[in-house]
């Protein structure tokens, strides 16, 4: 009899259990800047909501930030990665290989726009046999100048905004495009997760109690569905970080087994006064 409860135990926490989302988070506490200077930036491989497994960041392949205000008008592209450090971040209950990265204040120095894309080394998710490998933005303004904060950048997989992802109102509504390589993906499958614990710079980890308890946990990753061209809009109900991830985006290959392109976008919502 107890061995047909141990069983039956295991059957349910395999099949009965939700699928937990894999997030790439690029976090930095602020992205709407009075001036520009130094910054502290984490880079955690998690499931936002949960917050319980963090996995082992593959060594980082690509990590630049992009500003509008280049030589004669064009994008200025600044390679960061010499800046990463490998560090231990700490979920509930459990640690994970990241990194962090403390920028110079020559880096966010001037007004407008910065776009920071961080591209990890594929992981493998041996649930699916496959490897994961997400395009990650996340973006800042300086000084309240906009400028470049819609145009796509060609990534494999990206999420190009609809709407400043820096600038977001509680109740609002955010919309944006999956694209890949430059071209929309109809019908892209999408996943929305709050970022519900506070990363703790110093201590990297995720602190205290979780912001909200999940009626269900449907609730805790939001599925829908971009349109035919690619388009999709949520709504913005608590301040926060929300993270939208579009699977499915594109595929690639490593290590004789196929990659999941996957494309990520952080948006940073405030409350009204």
Known sequence: ???????????????????????????????ALERGGEMLLKLVF?????????????PV?????????????????????????????????HAGKAYEARLPARIVRSMGDYVFVLVP???????????????????????????????????PAEIVPLDKPYANWTGGIFRGVVMADGKPVPNAELEIEYLNYTPDMEKNAFAGKPKIEAPHPAFETIGIRANNRGEFAIGLPKAGWWGIAALGVGESEFDGK???????????????P
């Open 1 to 31: 009899m107890k061995r047909f409860w141990l069983i039956a135990v295991v059957l349910t926490l395999l099949v009965g259990s939700p699928a937990l989302a894999h997030y790439q988070l690029l976090y930095t506490p602020l992205t």
């Open 46 to 58: 998690t499931h936002p909501f949960e917050g319980g497994h963090t996995m082992d960041m593959a």
């Open 61 to 93: 392949q690509e990590f630049y930030v992009v500003h509008q205000r280049g030589e004669e008008g064009e994008p200025r592209k600044t390679d960061l990665k010499e800046h990463l450090k490998q560090i231990t971040w700490t979920s509930q209950g």
């Open 121 to 155: 080394g594929p992981y493998y998710e041996p649930a699916d046999e496959e490897y994961i490998q997400q395009f990650t933005k996340l973006m800042l303004n300086v000084g309240g100048v906009p400028g470049n904060w819609h145009q796509p950048l060609g990534l």
């Open 258 to 272: 196929p990659v999941a392109r996957e494309a990520v976008l952080w948006v940073q919502v405030t409350d009204l």
